[in-house]
T-cell receptor, first 113, second 115 residues
Framework: DGGITQSPKYLFRKEGQNVTLSCEQN?????MYWYRQDPGQGLRLIYY???????QKGDIAEGYSVSREKKESFPLTVTSAQKNPTAFYLCASSEGLASYEQYFGPGTRLTVT | AQSVTQLDSHVSVSEGTPVLLRCNYS??????LFWYVQHPNKGLQLLLKYTSAATLVKGINGFEAEFKKSETSFHLTKPSAHMSDAAEYFC?????????????FGTGTRLTIIP
């Protein structure tokens, strides 16, 4: 089955620790994205990548970092510099940045205490 | 610049009655518009999309939406609600930007179905 996998589904961390969220896709898509979702708000773009070894900041990149060493993988690191890291994180992919449809993974719920 | 406003944060309807979820947008250029659905603790699934073809767009699960340029609206409708329609719905706008298009999401409308 083709799709996007995110692991783990739930993640708990202590304040001050960095944590990395996994995102893998087997759709052969060039573009990948990370969004953050908070209650009562729409999705906000953190980072996106158009191609391997290239990525761009989205609207709320501060306190986050990414890498794109392989086409199928786009991990997100939530650093200790992120002031409010507790949220639901969604990864998505599309054939390209100009593609009409983005496909979403099931999400990872991160709780930092 | 682009933005999208979902006019209702929460809508409740009885099973078997019509559903109307309202969305208004703004865009400097001819936009593409989407509706996504999200069930609890799940990712988003595309319901339907408007990309400058027919203004009345049919999607999955009996949903449809009509693009009205004069009203800058893209409301989502369904003739008869089913219990499985209970979810959060997001209206999304995308404007042309020379291959660097990004999506702008509305704040969501939570749909509750009353048995």
């Amino acid at each position: 089955d083709g799709g996007i996998t995110q692991s783990p589904k739930y993640l708990f961390r202590k304040e001050g620790q960095n944590v990395t969220l996994s995102c893998e896709q087997n759709l052969n898509h060039d573009a990948m994205y990370w969004y953050r979702q908070d209650p009562g708000q729409g999705l906000r773009l953190i980072y996106y990548s158009q191609i391997v070894n290239d990525f761009q900041k989205g609207d709320i990149a501060e306190g986050y970092s990414v890498s794109r060493e392989k086409k199928e993988s786009f991990p997100l690191t939530v650093t200790s510099a992120q002031k409010n890291p507790t949220a639901f994180y969604l990864c998505a992919s599309s054939e390209g940045l100009a593609s009409y449809e983005q496909y979403f993974g099931p999400g990872t719920r991160l709780t930092v205490t | 610049a682009q933005s999208v406003t979902q006019l209702d944060s929460h809508v409740s309807v009885s099973e078997g009655t019509p559903v109307l979820l309202r969305c208004n947008y703004s865009s400097s250029y001819s936009p593409s518009l989407f509706w996504y659905v999200q069930h609890p603790n799940k990712g988003l699934q595309l319901l339907l999309k408007y990309t400058s073809a027919a203004t009345l767009v049919k999607g999955i699960n009996g949903f449809e939406a009509e693009f009205k340029k004069s009203e800058t609206s893209f409301h989502l409708t369904k003739p008869s609600a089913h219990m499985s329609d209970a979810a959060e719905y997001f209206c999304v706008v995308r404007s042309p930007n020379f291959g660097n298009e990004k999506l702008t999401f509305g704040t969501g409308t939570r749909l509750t179905i009353i048995p």
